[in-house]
């Protein structure tokens, strides 16, 4: 079985994760691009703080509105959910390089493929969230209250997701691929032939001290 990687949190202190790239959804083989995340917690909130580097096309990237199709563009992604057990429900937050986000809560009863999505309007979410740019890097802070993640936990199942785009995309309705974009996980789903972020399984631990 594979061991899943975790991280431990103390109280108002930012830990950055060891681990600086992330992984292929597919095989686990790791991305030349690094991701650095950072992660805080207080009684309010979960704080993460991320830079995608390597990212030369971050500029095309066309949605602007919140809890919209995103995930078919350029995104970074946290799943999470209260408890170390592998989750059928969990909540997946998105945001991307025009700062936009998705808020939503996931039914997941396989374990493999969602069977319900239930979006969180985008002001009851109560999400502060921030992107700035700097040549081929994009990077963000977002400010999530534990009150939107639900009950308080010691512990979580989490894992953290990018999606890269590898070519240039003159189409401004452009779509992602796995022939043109590379779909990265901290904690790898291992899914085989075709990339997928949606396997709970896969998420990591996060544990508060």
């Not at 993460?48 to 066309?62: A, G, I, Y």
Request: hydrophobic residues 35%; proline residues 8%; charged residues 20%.
């Amino acid at each position: 079985m594979k061991t899943l990687p975790k991280i431990t949190l103390h109280a108002d202190q930012w830990q950055p994760l060891d681990q600086t790239h992330f992984r292929l959804a597919t095989d686990g083989s790791e991305i030349a691009q690094p991701t650095l995340i950072s992660l805080k917690y207080d009684e309010r909130f979960l704080y993460v703080s991320f830079e995608c580097l390597q990212n030369p096309f971050w500029k095309e990237n066309t949605y602007t509105a919140h809890n919209t199709d995103m995930w078919n563009q350029e995104v970074f992604e946290v799943f999470i959910a209260a408890g170390t057990a592998t989750p059928t429900r969990y909540l997946e937050l998105e945001i991307n390089p025009n700062n936009a986000v998705f808020v939503g809560w996931i039914e997941n009863p396989t374990k493999e493929t969602p069977a319900h999505l239930t979006f969180v309007p985008y002001e009851k979410a109560e999400i502060k969230h921030e992107i700035s740019t700097e040549g081929d890097t994009w990077s963000g802070k977002m400010q999530i209250p534990w009150t939107l993640i639900g009950e308080r936990s010691a512990a979580y199942r989490i894992n953290f997701y990018r999606i890269i785009s590898l070519v240039s995309h003159p189409d401004p309705h452009w779509k992602c691929s796995p022939s043109d974009c590379v779909f990265g996980c901290w904690s790898p789903t291992m899914s085989g032939a075709s990339p997928r972020f949606h396997r709970p399984d896969a998420f990591g631990i996060l544990e508060l001290k």
